[in-house]
């Protein structure tokens, strides 16, 4: 069972700050409206407003201490207050004097026309709105440019500037990788002391090609070179290039090399570069005059560069075969640095570094956890080790213990387990058959790898899991070793099939199904391991024409059918060994069954000690 590649999180460095203010502006409009409310509502409270000649009468018979006169409003204070209590209005033509007031009963004075209301009112009253609408477009000009400037800003590189950081990554931070690393020092060097170079005549590389399985850690390997060299990181990825309107990929590139040029020496970094650079004119790929474009616009940017301007770019891709020649040649990325899956001792050295952080219980064997992650990559470990602090932290551990760092490799081998959904009694049954035949079938080829574990509780999207590791690395597979797992992939549907007929069997093996036809595929379209069609390989290229998948072949229809042939004997194969060993071993396959529905999980040993004395009837062997 593969390791599943998760792709791991990127995280986009955004200005740390720029939330913050966002947020502090928008308390200040809240505060703003707030305050016209206050005004609006707060103004002149408690005064009375009465009729004019009622006012004159009070006034001449003593009532009120003072009149205010503004205008036609007068503010008139009550004898004993100290603040104007009521209002009246006078006809806005007639004088004050023509009202007949007894200017000896109360003091008159005369304030200029509209200073009624107060400064504020007023402020408000003719600023406010100003402010507001201002104060609206400001905040939609700054969301829209605080989106990657997307709106505005079409052909401008998105490069993303690393260095200087805190956080900077060196080569100590990458785990094993030795030779890559070596590789890449030269690189550093050539940053760092460019006239050393230049001295005798050596020319720089402008490009270096990093190629490698997904999460093997070029994108790492890379940040740690500009680390190492202290200069500039411009990064960006191939697809960013590629956008709905032609033209726009190649001013990125344009606008990235002269970014980088000025920031000289830096290193420029395109990720994923095969969804640019991929060969030009096989008429794959939909759009593909944008991104012939953009890959021309490269070339000639790499071209451009003088003698000493000690821009290095790197690129990374795991699909090294189907770039386009043109950026390969000398002066462009000729410096090939192969970045493989860790073997052992490197996958102890990352899941070191990623469990260093974390508080890890004495008992944790990390050794033996490097010894059955074969084919893990570093994202894989380092997966590995986040989702242990994950399962530590929700068992309320303080420390991470050796359950936590098993059930992490479990979860990201073959998914969660999904001890919640319900099987009935006869699907049970189904299963521990079902995975009951996967495992006495690889337990009795003897190139199968030993079986690590069975259970019936449902993981990931599938019903049960019978788990085989390797015990050691390896990096090449025979024809029998195949076979073998052709076979013990069969085996579940066979079982099925023995235990309660041809046509009672279930769709529990759907996926089973399927990857054997993949691998059968495999062995004869690119490792020329079929009967026929020995030592020959098929080439297939996929794309996407328009919208619409399409398989471009170099082989005839003849040799579609002999290939079909092919593959369709080694699956018929495959299930008659399965069923030999089955119906064979029909007394090994109850009792792992029993053990099965009783434990639901069965470890390596009791796996090994139920199937003890099984036999490898003469059918099934190939030698
Ligand atoms: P790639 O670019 O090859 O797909 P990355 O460089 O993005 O892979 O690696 C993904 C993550 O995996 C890294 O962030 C790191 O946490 C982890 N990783 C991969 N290889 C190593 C390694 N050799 N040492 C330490 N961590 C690694
Ligand atoms: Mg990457
Ligand atoms: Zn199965």
Redesign the pocket.
């Known amino acids: 069972m593969p390791m599943n590649n998760r792709p791991t999180n990127k995280r986009r460095p955004t200005p740390p700050n720029r939330r913050g203010m966002k947020n502090a502006g928008f308390v200040a409009l809240i505060v703003l409206i707030g305050l016209v409310v206050y005004a609006a509502y707060s103004q002149p409270s408690a005064t009375k407003t009465i009729p004019v000649t009622e006012a004159v009468k009070a006034a001449n018979s003593g009532q009120y201490s003072k009149i205010v006169v503004s205008g036609n409003e007068l503010s008139i204070t009550k004898k004993g207050d100290d603040k104007a209590s009521i209002k009246t209005y006078t006809d806005p033509n007639a004088s004050v004097k023509e009202l007949g007031i007894d200017f000896s009963k109360v003091q008159v004075s005369f304030k200029p026309e509209s200073s009624g209301s107060s400064f504020w009112v007023i402020f408000l009253q003719s600023f406010l709105p100003i402010l507001l609408i201002g104060g609206l477009l400001y905040f939609m000009l700054r969301s829209a440019q605080g989106q990657g400037n997307q709106a505005l800003s079409f052909g401008k590189s998105r490069a993303r500037l690393y260095g200087n950081e805190k956080d900077k990554i060196v080569f100590g931070d990458v785990a094993g990788q030795g030779e890559a690393k070596q590789d890449l020092e030269e690189v550093v060097e050539f940053l760092k002391y460019p006239k050393k170079f230049q001295g005798v005549g050596a020319r720089i590389p402008k490009g270096v090609l990093l190629v490698g399985p997904p999460g093997t850690g070029?994108?790492l390997l890379s940040r740690a070179v500009a680390g190492e060299a202290n200069v500039p990181f411009f990064s960006i990825s191939g697809s960013e290039f590629v956008e709905m309107f032609v033209g726009v990929g190649a001013s990125r590139v344009r606008d990235l090399f002269a970014k980088a040029k000025k920031n000289a020496p830096c290193i420029i970094f395109i990720?994923?570069i095969d969804a640019v650079g991929r060969r030009r004119g096989s008429g794959m790929g939909g759009g593909h005059d944008e991104r012939e474009q953009t890959l021309n616009q490269i070339l000639v940017e790499m071209d451009g560069f003088e003698q000493g301007q000690n821009v290095i770019v790197l690129a990374?891709t795991n699909r090294a075969d189907v770039l386009d020649p043109a950026l390969l040649r000398p002066g462009r990325f000729d410096r090939r640095v192969n970045i493989t899956l860790p073997d052992r001792q490197d996958r102890e050295a990352i899941l070191k570094v990623h469990f260093d952080k974390k508080p890890l219980g004495k008992d944790v064997n990390l050794d033996a956890l490097a010894a059955k992650t074969a084919g893990s990559s570093g994202a894989d470990l380092a997966n590995i080790a986040n989702e242990a602090a994950i399962i530590a932290a929700r068992n309320n551990h303080s420390q991470i213990n050796q359950d936590d760092v098993t059930e992490a490799f479990e979860r990201v081998a073959i998914g969660p387990e999904r001890k919640n959904k319900i099987m009935n009694d006869k699907e049970k049954e189904i299963t521990a058959y079902h995975e009951a035949g996967h495992a006495i079938v690889g337990h009795v080829l003897p190139d199968s790898d030993p079986v690590h574990k069975v259970t019936i509780i449902p993981r990931g999207g599938t019903g049960g899991v019978t788990w085989f590791l390797p015990p050691e690395d390896r990096s090449y597979t025979s024809v029998i070793e195949f076979k073998d797992v052709l076979a013990r992939a069969l085996g579940g549907r066979i079982a099925e099939e023995v235990i309660y007929g041809k046509d009672r069997v279930t769709t529990g093996a759907g996926n089973d199904l399927q990857k054997a036809a993949e691998i059968a595929r495999d062995m004869i379209v690119n490792q020329g391991m079929g009967r026929k069609l020995r030592d020959q390989v098929f080439h297939v290229d996929d794309g996407m024409m328009l919208d619409k998948l399409v398989h471009e072949r170099d082989y005839s229809d003849d040799t579609a059918k002999l290939i079909d042939e092919e593959v369709e004997s080694l699956i018929t194969e495959a299930a008659n060994r399965a069923r030999a060993v089955i119906k064979a071993n029909l007394k090994k396959i109850e009792a792992l069954k029993d053990k099965l529905i009783e434990k639901e999980t069965v470890e390596e040993k009791e796996v090994a000690e139920v199937l003890h004395g099984s036999v490898l009837p003469k059918e099934a062997a190939l030698y």
Do not use: G, L, S
């Open positions: 070029k994108t990720d994923e990374a």
